[in-house]
């Protein structure tokens, strides 16, 4: 069991509505409570204590290892900003600018080394980072031949030998890197230049760090797998030892979807006398159902967050690391739901033989996705274009059938039924994104494969793509529930006492 203080019913003051103990002063408070006072936040400088460094790098730490493991694809990859903004033009300036101090260093009489020295001694802490335990004959080697004592005595003498150096690093990085890489310091054997040598050696390494990452990555996926759950477990542990407020926002989407559960469930029963058309002014009182479990609440809670839409409500801290994927699976299920209405629609035009041909709705699948890109952002104008194209794709899929083409009149009804799509409570799309939700629901409950047995109606032609969507969605929630299962019980069982309470309470004293 989590030693969760946040979690812990206690019975005083400052006790919220769900039966959990909140802190006595949030740092939101705080802040409110500076800026009462005259003093602007904004002008003041944001100072890390070690407290909140330690924070950051433990979450870091714990994003690393969560997306190590639910992302089977994750590397790391190059960082590169956007050409052409303000940050990559800032970067490029300042990296600039030291390879021309570094230039002028070198180039002036006598010589100046003292930022090759430095850039040297970088180059080696890489050199040693990228080796193995086992490579110790190597690692001796590197530190007598770049012993910077030794350079810095050179230096002093003004006898330097950077060509030498650099030569040496190139003969280095060719036995180190990896074969991907063997081209790129092959090309760098043919740089003359001392400092344009240089300067591609930095580069070259960074490739080559990235290289090592990603080969550690490869090494412990299968550790962090078999121990994933304990890992991220005792990770968070640390996170809420160090702030209990960190399940807040939790709390409360838990607490939604009990509410909703509850609410959705009859609490009166009519007396009988509704049968013969009189309604009784006093309902009798049927008995209170038993409270949702906790699969059920965690999963109406996992449905919300890809179904619903909250506004700027907080995302529940136990799922902030897959925000951005539940998200992009929001995203995705608005388009499978646009996709599936339209193939609905055009299907009842095209009289069914069109449909019977995969590569004809293979084609009318790639022409819709392409074009509801940008529905979100705008529909109207996105179903536009589909409707124009798909109307074409009918009526000259029927016309090469040898069938007969679309009259003028059912063309323009086809494309005023494709543009009606944009609209949220037109009733096809009503219907597929209910159908969709029930199968999601089915694939949390039943399991994918069961739920891939049955299929609803209207969403055959999308069942690829809703497949695949579901087996990530399915996936990843069941790694929450694994984690986090003894944080939400408790949780869950803090709201349940809470609601009794509070029924209890207004219930009149006899």
């Known amino acids: 069991m989590p030693t969760n203080k946040k979690i812990t019913s206690k019975k005083d003051s400052s006790q919220s509505k769900n039966g959990v103990q909140k802190p006595e002063t949030s740092r939101k ?11 602007c936040p904004e002008s ?9 460094i330690e924070t950051v790098n433990e979450v870091s730490k714990l994003s690393i290892a969560h997306e190590i493991i639910v992302n089977q694809n994750f590397v790391v990859e190059e960082n590169y900003l956007p050409q052409g903004s303000l940050e990559n033009k800032f970067v490029e300036t300042m990296y600039n600018a030291f390879w021309d101090h570094l230039k002028n260093q070198l180039s002036s009489t006598p010589p100046d080394f003292s930022c090759a020295l430095e850039l040297i001694n970088n180059i080696k802490q890489i050199l040693v980072s990228l080796l193995l335990p086992r490579q110790n004959h190597l690692r001796n080697e ?3 031949a770049l012993d910077m004592d030794l350079l810095k005595q050179e230096t002093e003498h003004g006898a330097l030998d950077v060509p030498h150096l ?6 280095l990085m060719a036995l180190m890197c990896a074969p991907v890489r063997d081209e790129a310091v092959q090309k760098l054997e043919s740089i ?3 400092v344009q040598l240089l300067r591609g050696i930095t580069q070259v390494l960074d490739l080559m760090k990235m290289d090592m990452i990603n080969y550690t990555i490869k090494s412990i996926r299968p550790y962090l797998l078999e ?3 304990e890992y991220e477990r005792a990770k968070f542990q640390e996170l809420l030892d160090k702030q209990p407020e960190f399940l807040d926002c939790t709390i409360k989407w838990m607490t939604r979807a009990v509410t909703e559960l509850v609410t959705s469930l009859p609490s009166t029963s009519v007396s009988p006398s509704t049968s013969f058309g009189i309604v009784s002014s006093f309902p009798s009182p049927k008995p209170d159902p038993d409270p949702p479990s906790l699969t059920t609440v965690l999963y109406q809670g996992y449905l919300n967050l890809v179904l619903k839409d909250h506004g700027n409500e907080e995302f529940p801290e136990t799922l902030l690391m897959d925000k951005a994927r539940l998200q992009n699976t929001k995203s995705k299920l608005c388009h499978l739901t646009v996709l599936a209405s339209v193939l609905l629609v055009a299907r009842s035009f095209s009289c069914g033989v069109l449909f019977s041909s995969p590569k004809f709705v293979d084609k009318l699948k790639r022409i819709t996705k392409a074009l509801i890109e940008e529905f979100s952002s705008n529909p109207e104008e996105s179903m536009l274009s589909v409707s124009e194209q798909v109307s074409r794709e009918i009526h000259q899929g029927l016309k090469d059938t040898g069938l007969t083409a679309l009259s003028t009149e059912n063309r323009a009804s086809l494309v005023g039924q494709l543009q009606n799509i944009a609209k949220k409570e037109n009733c096809i799309r009503s219907i597929i994104e ?8 089915s694939c949390l409950i039943h399991g994918m494969q069961e739920s891939l047995l049955d299929v609803p109606g209207g969403l055959l032609f999308i069942e690829p793509e809703l497949a695949e969507l579901g087996w990530k969605f399915v996936n990843l929630m069941h790694h929450n529930q694994q984690v986090y299962n003894p944080y939400y019980a408790e949780i869950l069982t803090n709201i349940i006492s809470s609601r009794n309470g509070d029924k209890n309470d207004k219930k009149p004293v006899s």
Do not use: C
């Open 434 to 441: 209910q159908r969709i939700h029930l199968f999601l629901k």
């Open 166 to 171: 650099s030569n040496y690093i190139l003969n």
């Open 44 to 52: 003041q400088p944001a100072v890390l204590s070690t407290e909140d």
């Open 142 to 144: 590197i530190e007598e």
């Open 29 to 39: 408070s705080q802040d409110d409570k500076t800026t009462s006072e005259g003093h």
């Open 227 to 229: 121990h994933s759950i």
């Open 192 to 194: 003359k230049d001392p």
